[in-house]
């Protein structure tokens, strides 16, 4: 029985290593590079959609609203862009602090694009985001703990009212004045 019991552990020291180490060389060396190359190809064939915009007769190639389209759809397609989204939490909260809200002026310039125009960014920024919760645990565990604790989501939206307060204008005195100082 003690010979069992020997070899056993024995077969557990080497084996359950030797399996740990197989798992990670096979998810560094296949599964990441393949799921990288995925969420590529999501963004890829929102290029394409882009392209069909101009064969359909939607935008003219020349102007310069779906250039700029194309080339932010082309820059976020890139390798390096793609695994900074993959990082998730750290891409979102990146984005989230140098996010400026819309003048006027682009608002305007967005609301006079063609409705699949408007279509097609709405499915870049799911899509963006999709690939952030995707490759990133910690964002998916922080919403879902968002979504399960009441108290998470109370905070959350006492914290929108505030950012929505500075960008909308001021709703309360003490704000302007806290603003003014």
């Known amino acids: 029985m003690n010979e069992f019991l020997f070899g056993l552990a024995l077969n557990a020291a ?3 290593p030797a399996g740990a180490f197989f798992f990670w060389r096979y998810r560094v060396a296949i599964g990441l590079p393949a799921r ?3 969420f590529q190809y999501r963004l890829f ?3 394409d959609r882009a392209i069909n915009l101009v064969v359909d007769g939607v935008m003219k190639e020349d102007d310069p609203r ?3 389209l194309y080339e932010h759809l082309n820059a976020s397609a890139r390798p390096i ?4 989204m993959k990082h998730g939490l750290s891409f979102v909260l990146a984005m989230l602090r140098n996010a400026e809200p819309p003048g006027n002026e682009e608002l305007r310039q967005f609301e006079s694009l063609p409705k699949p125009v408007k279509e097609l960014y709405a499915d870049w920024v799911k899509t ?4 952030c919760f995707e490759g990133s645990p910690t964002l998916r565990l922080i919403v879902r703990l968002a979504i399960r604790y009441k108290f998470v989501k109370k905070w959350l939206q006492e914290r929108r009212t505030l950012e929505s307060d500075r960008y909308r204008g001021f709703k309360h005195a003490e704000h302007r004045m806290c603003m003014a100082a």
Request: glycine share 4%; net charge positive; no cysteine.
């Open 36 to 38: 990288l190359r995925e």
């Open 81 to 84: 862009s793609v695994k900074h």
């Open 14 to 16: 080497v084996f359950l």
């Open 128 to 131: 963006i985001l999709g690939i």
């Open 66 to 68: 779906w250039k700029s």
């Open 45 to 47: 064939a929102l290029r």
